[in-house]
């Protein structure tokens, strides 16, 4: 079952934040996270583990809602270069290696 | 060469032909698969192959052929497309049995008249 990612786009202006959201129906063991910007490879930026830990680096973290099947990706102070389409990617066993099920995307454009 | 590498990097193609994409990945790892991404949809798994275990996905139609001769190179033969098959095709490695990230390519733009 593939997980559903609102907003399907989003527009901000540099240094405002974002929220991306990824609901599944089925309990999941992590969660990972790419952003793909055009013409280029989707490039990875974190996996969550079942746990509810929540990671980041720099200005983008996230957080993983075991209860709810939910993670979060959060961007804050947004700069140019954040501008891209973000995929969730779900794995609901351990050990599924690359084998994930990913969303619809979320466009995000950063404007300056 | 760093990371995984795909070529070509565009193909156009009619439909009773066949052509092939290749995948090479120089990071060590023990998993290559096939990635499909359209337009308006979601990054669909095609294949998974590693030294341990070959996954084939059973929904992908057979005009779509994965070949795998060692850990480090993957190729995608095409056959007989149809002009739905028309995509961006990743392939990406990674450690299997690890939950870690995977590396993808940067894709071949798959076009068929």
């Known amino acids: 079952q593939q997980p559903v990612q609102s907003p399907q786009a989003v527009i901000l202006r540099e240094g405002e934040d974002a929220v991306i959201n990824c609901s599944s129906s089925k309990a999941l063991y992590s969660v990972h996270w790419y952003r793909q910007k055009h013409g280029e490879a989707p490039v990875f930026l974190m996996i969550l583990l079942k746990g509810g830990e929540q990671k980041g680096h720099e200005k983008i973290s996230a957080s993983f809602n075991e209860k709810k099947q939910q993670s979060s990706l959060y961007l804050t102070a947004s700069q140019l270069s954040y501008s891209g389409t973000y995929f969730c990617?779900?794995?609901?066993?351990?050990?599924?290696?690359?084998?994930?099920?990913f969303g619809q995307g979320t466009e995000l454009s950063v404007k300056p | 060469e760093t990371g995984v590498t795909q070529t070509p990097r565009h193909l156009v193609m009619g439909m009773t032909n066949k052509k092939s994409l290749k995948c090479e990945q120089h990071l060590g790892h023990n998993a290559m698969y096939w990635y499909k991404q359209s337009a308006k949809k979601p990054l669909e798994l095609m294949f998974v192959y590693s030294l341990e275990e070959r996954v084939e996905n059973n929904s992908v139609p057979s005009r779509f052929s994965p070949e795998c001769p060692n850990s480090s190179h993957l190729f995608l033969h095409l056959h007989t497309l149809q002009p739905e098959d028309s995509a961006l095709y990743l392939c990406a490695s990674s450690q299997y049995r690890v939950t870690g990230e995977l590396f993808f390519g940067e894709g071949s733009r798959l076009t068929v008249l």
């Open positions: 990617g779900t794995a609901p066993l351990y050990n599924q290696g690359g084998k994930l099920i």
